[in-house]
């Protein structure tokens, strides 16, 4: 248990579909972040929220779209996905500042299966 | 561009000891992360390196040098547990985390 939860678990939708990823941080971080992992990639940056601004993008798509209304809570937005956008979508979070080496603590996350 | 190299699988016995290898080229350098993770689980935090050398905590020990952008990830007295993925990260200097895509390893009794 790394105190981030992720829900839902495993998620399937057809690529016309609207759905939402939702993460919970309960360590009191001020940075929260939305990764995409694919089988034997690189995690994949898509998403950072410090102090409830985002303050990277990294050219993700347009059909993810993030939220973040407060600094535990994190939603990952998606609507008329594409196939090869099924991955393990992974939320983490973060103490950022001084005397801290941002060590990044990882949700479960969620499988996302896009027919 | 940046780019973190480590082998993506590896192979060994319970009780033996195995190092896995991480080489990086990144845009500066603000510390290397190594994260375990287990089939379907999170990935976790196992160890920070900003100085070169060697840390060790418990049955893991973790070495950096940074004049040759390398690091490795040393596991004493493997345990079947141990069978998870490794993955190797490095802050470069807009404290941005650049991954590698992880080194699969296989403990077999």
């Known amino acids: 248990e790394t105190g981030v939860t992720q829900t839902p678990r495993h998620l399937v939708m057809g690529m016309t579909n609207k759905k939402s990823l939702k993460c919970e941080q309960h360590?009191?971080?001020?940075?929260m972040y939305w990764y995409k992992q694919s089988a034997k990639k690189p995690l994949e940056l898509m998403f950072v929220y410090s102090l409830e601004e985002r303050v990277e993008n990294n050219s993700v798509p347009s059909r993810f779209s993030p939220e973040c209304p407060n600094s535990s809570h994190l939603f990952l937005h998606l609507h008329t996905l594409q196939p090869e956008d099924s991955a393990l979508y992974l939320c983490?979070?973060?103490?950022?500042?001084?005397?801290?080496?941002?060590?990044?603590?990882f949700g479960p996350g969620t499988r996302l299966t896009v027919l | 561009g940046q780019n973190i190299d480590q082998p993506t699988e590896m192979t060994a016995t319970e009780g033996a000891i195995v190092q896995i290898n991480c080489t990086y080229q990144t845009s500066g350098f603000n510390g290397l992360f190594w994260y375990q993770q287990h089939a379907g689980e999170a990935p976790t935090f196992l160890s920070y390196?900003?100085l070169d050398g060697l840390e060790e905590k418990g049955r893991f020990s973790s070495f950096l040098s940074r004049s040759k952008g390398y690091s490795y990830l040393l596991l004493k007295e493997l345990q079947m547990k141990d069978s998870a993925s490794y993955l190797c990260?490095?802050?470069?200097?807009?404290?941005?985390?650049?991954w590698g895509a992880g080194t699969k390893l296989i403990i077999k009794p």
């Open positions: 990260a490095v802050m470069d200097s807009n404290y941005q985390l650049i």
């Open positions: 360590l009191g971080h001020n940075a």
């Open positions: 390196n900003v």
């Open positions: 983490a979070s973060s103490q950022e500042g001084s005397g801290s080496y941002n060590e990044q603590f």
